[in-house]
């Protein structure tokens, strides 16, 4: 699940680890691990805490563990730490059988005396639906679950014995059981908060995580390094390299540099610009897997300019998503004609809505009263993402179609924006960002970006709030049969290629590169899975 937006944790700084501006030892690193580089560093290690970010889309999986996953293939959610589960026939509980003997990560702060059980999960789930609940204020908030309206929609979780959960539900929801297969809906260590409730250090909870992930944190050096050492009483298996290294320093050679000069091992998200050179070397494996994932404007829909939807639609067709294309994805992307990727089961494409037309934009500019001209502010972020791998260079080209029908765009760069609590937000017109889903249901796209409910809390920055799109969002979540799911869906869309709160631009492939010397890297179009079967063959 995520925007290019990060949520700047004010907490973050008292928790962190010793150390800050060592060397990474490299060499040593890759005697028993692997380097990984092209993220930038996190805010916490909560993923509950986040909507994007190395947290939930890298870290999760490797420090934590979630009741199910998805496949792969399917998109169906299938057992993790929950082996089996139930559902009652009006949808509204779902009761989990947990695996037993899952063991918690032994740390330097932390050493579990049990293994995992119901009162964790009840624990890690209570903490973000109840106001009252110890922890519930440690941080800055549920962005992600907020967006999705979590704290409405999960009435309780009760423990029924040692191994049993049961869930209660305000409403039937088809999207429950992938929602809480995410890198966000983490299961953390109850004995472990107890510990610091006793002591007063709450906020160690996010700092210094524990969880039943194939590796533990080990060192955390800001803007430098994020060390994770091997679990070795992880249940699915010990992990086959016992460390991973992630180089999240920007000083120096940049990280495709570090990839060919060996400082790193892996090098995720590279820009389009390198895969040619990544594809010549030969001791470097490309890999590239569909995405679900969009690149977008959001628009604020609050300025006195852009609340007139003529104005939205001409920003629109002012941009040429071809020349983006061809400039920046260098052909491994498409055109967005809808919020909803191409490969998603309710996609409903609008190439007349959505295209470039110059003489189009300018009539309608002329039509809303802004024949002489407008200038916007835009916020652009500078690191590459899957849905755009290189924000710049978009932005400058959209900068130059703004100026073709009379708009001054100025750019705004600042790659640790946080959308709900920069003071200067009110200065934004337009943001550049993306999301990457976390899920394969088109609820994951469109509630947490454009619901009414997440404008209040959650990732909708273009402040749109319409009652209609709501409706058949919430709808279509208690609708059983597939035809009506997609007819609703396709009705929310045509809303948005109507209203144009945000303005889709792009898909992009998710790449990778790393050593030929390194295999056992699982792929999914969501986020990064365990590193656990990775291991350096030579």
Known sequence: MRAIIQLTISFFAAGLLAGCGEEISHEKARQTGFVFCGQAGPATFNPQLVDSGITSETLSSQLFDTLLTLDSKTYQPKPSIAESWQVNEAGTEYQFTLKPNVAFQTTDWFTPTRPLNADDVVFSFRRIIDPNHPF????????????????????????????????????????????????????????YADQLLMSDELSFLDSKPVGTGPFYLDDYQVNDLVRLKRHDNYWAGKAKMKQVVFDISHRGTGTLAKLLRNECDV???????????????????????????????????????????RVRRALNHAINRQNILDSVYYGTGSQAFSVLPQNSWAYNGDSIQVRYDRNYAIALLRDAGYADGLTLNMLVPLEPRSYNPSPRKTAELIQANMADIGITLNLLTDDRFSGVANENSDKIDLYLTGWIADTGDPDNFLRPLLSCNAELAGPNISSWCNPDFDFLLDLALEVETPRYRINLYKQA??????????IPLNHGMQFQAHDSSLVGFKMSPFNAQPFDQVERIR
């Open 136 to 191: 519930h204020h440690v941080g800055s908030g549920y962005p992600w679950f907020n967006g999705i309206d979590f704290q409405n929609l999960l009435l309780d979780v009760v423990k029924l014995d040692d191994y049993r959960v049961k869930f209660i539900l305000a409403k039937p929801d088809n999207t429950f059981l992938s929602n809480i297969a995410t890198s966000h809906a983490v299961i953390h260590s109850k004995e």
């Open 267 to 309: 090098l995720t998200s590279p820009r389009s610009s390198q895969i040619p050179t990544i594809e010549a070397h030969e001791q470097l494996t490309l890999t590239a897997k569909p995405a679900m994932n969009i690149s977008y404007i959001a628009v604020n829909t609050e300025h006195p300019a852009l609340s007139d939807v």
């Open 493 to 502: 869309q045509n809303i948005l290629n109507s209203e144009f709160p945000v």
